[in-house]
């Protein structure tokens, strides 16, 4: 019943679907962040199925015009689906996550360190930010188009969740923790903890049999990029910032994907 709880809470962190049952639910998540890969995964999941169908409503949808109109069929599939499905994306993560990447790139290349922190705080959105946020989910976007076959999108789409995780839980596992905010709660129950390498069987055991030994070169991606992430909220906010965790989110899952997308068949 315990492990019940904490998943209903893990998912409600990372998702607009309303399981938890108090707010306790953030401490939680906090608590078990090595989990955040297997919700990945189930993430990956649902994201893989709306793919799925959405593909083959849209071949069903095309195919109503074969009789009086020539058109692109299978690309126009991919280009549609692809929007589609990063549009489901933002939606079943809220868009908290996209928030975060509009905040950090919002503070990129202001000199005071407290005026980034008042930056990243204030709902504004400036033009670096909002383009930051744009090519980060462009390249997400084209990750996904590239990728032709049916199975392998499947496939893609459920490892890159759960690599976009394991980032996440690297910047919390490296970073230090500050006096306050969502990013200090997570740094606080993770920083240097070894039970984080909990995240890293996880990670391994979900997408090596998808992968192959791919994703053992993706996780040592992954995990330079948390480091490189880590030494970004440092150099920007001087603590471990929980906008930068979401905005990792996002550029683990594009990078996942476009190196799937391009190695995936060689």
Request: contains cysteine; hydrophobic residues 55%.
């Amino acid at each position: 019943m315990k492990a019940l709880e904490v998943f209903k809470d893990l998912l409600s962190f990372l998702t607009v679907i309303p399981l938890a049952k108090s707010e306790s639910f953030l401490e939680t998540s906090a608590k078990y962040m090595f989990l955040f890969p297997l919700i990945g995964g189930f993430m990956g999941l649902l994201i893989s199925t709306y793919n799925y169908v959405s593909k083959l409503l849209l071949a069903f949808m095309f195919s109503l015009f074969d009789s009086f109109l020539v058109l692109p069929e299978s690309i126009l599939i991919r280009i549609f689906s692809a929007g589609t499905t990063l549009a489901f994306i933002l939606v079943l993560t809220g868009l908290q996550h996209f928030d975060g990447l509009v905040d950090v790139g919002n503070v990129v290349g202001l000199r005071k360190m407290d005026e980034r922190i008042k930056i990243a705080h204030a709902w504004i959105v400036t033009f670096r930010g909002a383009f930051f946020a744009v090519l980060i989910e462009t390249l997400t976007f084209l990750g996904i188009f590239i990728i032709a076959d049916l199975v392998f999108t499947a496939k893609a789409l459920i490892c890159s969740e759960v690599f976009a995780k394991l980032a996440m839980v690297t910047v919390a596992w490296i970073g230090k923790p500050g006096d306050s905010g969502l990013g200090s709660l997570f740094a606080k129950f993770n920083s240097k903890k070894r039970l984080n390498i909990i995240a890293y069987i996880i990670s391994t055991s979900v997408t090596l049999p998808l992968l192959g030994l791919l994703s053992l070169m993706l996780t040592a991606i992954i995990l330079l990029l948390g480091l490189l992430m880590e030494r970004v909220s440092e150099k920007l906010f001087g603590r471990v910032s929980g906008d930068v965790i979401g905005a990792t989110n996002e550029i683990a899952r594009a990078t996942s994907l476009l190196l799937i997308a391009l190695l995936g068949g060689l």
